[in-house]
């Protein structure tokens, strides 16, 4: 983050590139505690990685410690095959998705994979996600892709191809009966679509059979995508994902599904 006028805290456009990795640690560690305070966290599942500028790896949250538990120096630094070249703690053993995807897609930056309540539930459905409330705009034009080889963990290098296949060029993949996986050019943005995914999908959950008659159409959304989750929408939303996680923190408070 970088102070913009008055002081006010905002959001860093563009790749991790230029930042340290005190910084990226730092960054890696808030992004995993909004996904837990916004109802993310899965016991010690669940992991964000964010990529580390010009050193063929990245930072990965490790295994069994809590997303709200994670600390700054537990990050692993991981390299492209799945190989922990820094850290003291147990890798995931579903390194491989975010190793196939950072592979295969040099835009991206950051990975999310999580397993929320409402999206995984929504991906049972198989119907489409519509663009019915503005979350929803996010991920158009389209449906998002789902994954479908398997409902089981991601554990070898194969599977973390086909997920990445499945991803495409979209900032979004539904893993049916298992949870997502979203990526971006930052962790923050990553964290942001997983945010917006589990809302659209919630939403859609509301309406009979998850099937709506009426839904913004390709065009339209498309502008909306633009407008409303615009980097200056992004800047704005996550200072303020910060200053909630501060009082959640403050209190103590564990949401839970």
Wanted: aromatic share 6%.
């Amino acid at each position: 983050m970088a102070k913009g006028k008055g002081g006010k805290v905002v959001a860093k456009q563009g790749k991790a590139s230029g930042l340290s990795e005190a910084e990226l640690r730092r960054r890696l560690t808030e992004a995993c505690k909004i996904l837990a305070m916004e109802g993310q966290g899965d016991a010690v599942w669940g992991h964000v990685t964010v990529r580390r500028p010009g050193a063929g790896t990245f930072l990965m949250k490790p295994a069994e410690v809590g997303i709200e538990e994670v600390k700054p120096a537990d990050h692993l630094e991981v390299d492209l095959d799945g190989k922990v070249v820094r850290g003291r703690l147990k890798r995931h053993s579903e390194v491989f998705i975010h190793a196939e995807v950072l592979r295969a897609r040099p835009d991206v930056c950051a990975v999310v994979h999580t397993h929320p309540i409402y999206a995984t539930v929504f991906g049972a459905l198989g119907v489409p996600l519509r663009p019915i409330t503005h979350e929803g705009c996010n991920f158009a034009p389209g449906d998002v892709p789902r994954f479908t080889e398997t409902t089981d963990l991601i554990v070898t290098p194969d599977r973390g191809r086909a997920v990445a296949r499945s991803l495409g060029d979209r900032n979004a993949v539904i893993l049916v009966s298992h949870g997502i996986v979203t990526c971006a050019p930052t962790v923050e943005q990553a964290v942001v679509h997983a945010l917006l995914l589990d809302i659209a999908a919630r939403n859609q959950l509301l309406l009979p059979g998850g099937i709506p008659k009426h839904w913004t159409s390709d065009e339209e959304a498309l502008v909306k995508r633009d407008r409303i989750y615009s980097w200056a929408n992004h800047a704005q939303r996550w200072p303020y994902l910060l200053r909630k996680l501060k009082v959640w923190e403050r209190r103590g408070t564990r949401r839970t599904r």
